[in-house]
């Protein structure tokens, strides 16, 4: 009886804390940072879907490679600059969260510091060649897109908290008056730190460049990013780190206050990487990333509780469910699933809490491997996490069949999971109402 309160103290504890780190100010600016830019990762998935299985039904030869044209400028103007867009998109919703007066200010500082810090010469390879040549004045879209998105995360906040501590001093503020229009005033007030900042970058740049020859995003990309990439979205990690997300929402506090901090963006890394890979024509680099994750582990939404209720209309004895289900099963087709989670409910409901935890693990553990085993194709397309089931697997997979199958096995198995725990709910519901009857009589 005595350690009732202590588990129930621990559970508000780590609640707590979840929700403190979610809400964190720099994470919740990345989040929203992230959001703004989904649709151009979309429109990248849907040109590289159009170039590589739709263009080719209708043309072929050099008809084909002019058509591509149309998918291959988008791909440029979306994943190809990723990195460079990450950086003012982050800078702008830090500058808002923390009530910045001029957030346009140090989203333009976050762009110039990004470009100060990347390396001045680089090796490309010229058309109709073999070999590698180092030229100067140019910018790449290796570093400009996903591989320096890392370092256009890290530089974007790391710029923007400088600028704006910079610009609270009033001593390094230049005030024009009341007479002159307020974007002239704004922009004289924020000179002086504007120029102490970019001048900062400049230095750090000058002192990698000089003495150790190489510069930030290289450091950032080999140093941070691809050993934390390879640890969140290795196999482990991704189950781990996305198991904790499912159980949080079990308590209430939504998973994207872990997933979307910790995986979120190394998956969707993983998925331009892999969207670029597969326009190219080379190997698909990752089986885990953005739309393998909403393919196979968001089925009917977190927890993929299509397969709940799937369930609950197959071997559900309770009116009260059935009829939840029958509202919740249109929206539970696009993957939204508050009305299951919270009036099933899933939440604090501890036999739901498990299968709402282990069907999502198992269906990534099953998809992984057979990716991994050649029975379906890797993810390569980045698809609406709203795309239906079996829909999603067969746009995701750029048109292969069987990963159709493999996303019915992951739901047969998840319909298979949820039946006992949906089972020892609707009894312990059924005692709950029973106890509560002999009492009111």
Do not use: C
Request: glycine share 6%.
């Amino acid at each position: 009886m005595n350690d009732s309160p202590e588990k129930v103290s621990f559970l508000d504890r780590f609640a707590m804390f979840a929700a403190k780190l979610g809400n964190q100010i720099h994470l919740r600016s990345l989040r929203d940072a992230f959001a703004v830019l989904m649709p151009l990762f979309i429109l990248a998935g849907l040109a590289v879907l159009v170039n590589n299985v739709l263009f080719p039904w209708f043309f072929e030869d050099s008809t084909l490679t002019s058509a591509q044209m149309w998918g291959n400028t988008i791909t440029n103007g979306t994943l190809n600059i990723a990195g460079l867009s990450i950086a003012p998109m982050i800078a702008y919703n830090l500058s808002k969260n923390k009530d910045f007066p001029n957030p346009i200010a140090a989203a333009a500082v976050a762009i110039s510091a990004l470009v100060i810090m990347m390396p001045t010469t680089v090796f490309v390879t010229p058309v109709g060649t073999e070999n590698t040549v180092e030229v100067s004045g140019v910018l790449t879209y290796g570093n400009l897109g996903t591989t320096g998105m890392f370092a256009g995360i890290i530089i974007g906040l790391l710029a923007t908290e400088i600028f704006i501590q910079l610009s609270s001093i009033k001593r390094l503020q230049i005030n024009l008056g009341e007479n002159v229009p307020p974007q002239v005033g704004k922009s004289f007030s924020t000179m002086i730190p504007v120029i102490l900042v970019l001048s900062l970058f400049g230095i750090v740049g000058l002192i990698l460049s000089v003495f150790f020859q190489t510069d930030l995003i290289t450091l950032i990309s080999t140093l941070i990013q691809e050993p934390l990439r390879a640890i969140n979205t290795s196999l482990l990690g991704t189950v781990l780190i996305y198991s904790t997300g499912n159980f949080l929402f079990t308590l209430g506090i939504h998973q994207t206050v872990i997933n979307g901090s910790l995986l979120d963006p190394f998956l969707l890394t993983n998925m331009n990487e892999n969207m670029l890979a597969y326009a190219n024509g080379a190997e698909i680099p990752h089986i885990i990333n953005s739309s393998f994750i909403s393919t196979f582990a968001l089925i009917g939404g977190t927890g993929s509780t299509i397969t709940l209720l799937i369930a609950i209309f197959l071997f559900g004895k309770q009116k009260e469910s059935k009829d939840l289900a029958k509202l919740a099963v249109a929206p539970g087709l696009f993957n939204i699933n508050e009305p299951v989670i919270f009036g099933y409910p899933i939440v604090f409901n501890l036999p739901m809490m498990i299968p709402f935890v282990l069907v999502p693990a198992v269906s990534i553990v099953i998809a992984y491997f057979a990716t991994a085993l050649g029975l379906m194709n890797p993810t390569v397309v980045y698809t609406p996490w709203t795309t239906p089931p079996l829909i999603s697997a067969y746009l995701a997979t750029a048109g292969d069949w069987r990963a159709v199958v493999v996303q019915l096995v992951i739901i047969v198995v998840g319909i298979l999971l949820y039946i006992p725990f949906m089972k020892i709910s609707e009894r312990a519901a059924r005692i709950t109402a029973e106890k509560q009857q002999q009492e009111a009589a």
